[in-house]
């Protein structure tokens, strides 16, 4: 690092990650593509040592069709298959033989995701990882965000993976105008202490709901007050800040936990269209193994959820931070909103969706009997869940298409989805 390196805000639990190597209960270097940057590719093509010399020629070549779109060269793995550049201890003999600086991107990279919003750098991690998944839901304080100096020489060589542009002078849309503080008003929700993680998720779509209704009313203000050549007002921007004047005022707070709970959720409702949706997906793609055995343990509570109930409601509300360190994790990696106010439903709903599957899979997995169900379960749901959907690119679109074709993708049903 120099005087130069730059400083990203990140969340607690990134100041003490680091891969767990061969000890990791499910590694990263099998069952899918790994992308090579320009650079290593050309390196190790210049590698001379055997036997990893004729390794690298056998395995890393030029991508190739759709994937030239993510690196400029691929080690194809097939569906659970290792990478062959492991070990016998599970350990990279890329990095044993040349160093850590030898690396691709994708391998030096992952699990960490690196963000920017405007000039501002941030830093998460992927929960498909075991470890990162660990230490981020664990720890009630993990979520809390710190400055981080990143071990790059300056801005320009931090690998951006997701950003939001500087806002132009003149943006029109008020969600991109205001993307960060909606994103904090959302995380001030998740973090109210007398909120449950679901509950807290109802309460960040019911503001949302306000705010699109304020955006479409905007519209016509404006419309109108051109019409009259008179100076617009924004009523978008005014219905944001009541909207969560609202939603963040202690009154409403002290009153939200017993209103939630009054209101009415539809569990069969709710288990045939994530179940199904889940099935959906099975059938059509099979998924990852550990998704496929998650989905065999957790099958039977599906079908008498009671007990599963009780036994996860008990845990949720003994460490609530579990899962809503997983929802704060989502919000701060996403950057949500990222695509202003056309796209905030569907985007808000693709991470409630998330999270409503996850919650769903953990009661059929706390509804059985001979199971002693805890904090580890919540750890393993969210990874092989994590990992299934950021590295099987079916997953999501086919679950999404599945739960739309129903209607049910609307902030309408997010009480039935996450209940």
Known sequence: MSKFSPQAQAPRYMQSFQCVGSACVETCCAGWQVNIDKTTYQKYQAVKIEPL?????????????AARNLGYGVIELKSEEACPFLDQAKLCSIQTALGPEALSRTCSDYPRIYTQDGSHLGLSASLSCPEAARIALTQPDALEM??????????GLVPVGRRLAPLAANEADPVRRHASLLREALLTLIRQPGLSAAQAMVVCGMLLRRVAKSVSADEIAIGQQAEQMQDPTSVAEQGMADAMAHYLSPEFLSRAPGQLRALPVLKEVQSALLMGAT???????????????????????FQSPGAGLARFAELDAAQPHLLKNYLLNSLIGDLFPRNGAAELEEEFMAIAVRFALIQFYLKGLAARAEHDFGADDFVRVVYVVARNIEHNRRFMPTVLKALRDQDALRLEVLVTLVG
Do not use: D, W, Y
Not at 53 to 62: F, I
Not at 292 to 300: F, I, N, T, V
């Open 53 to 65: 010399a004729g390794k690298l020629r056998q395995h890393v070549h030029k991508a190739s069709g």
């Open 146 to 155: 710190e400055s981080l100096t990143l071990p790059f020489a300056n801005p």
């Open 279 to 301: 099935e959906q997906f099975l059938s059509q793609h099979g998924g990852r193994a550990s998704f496929r055995l998650l989905m065999s343990e957790a099958g039977p509570g």
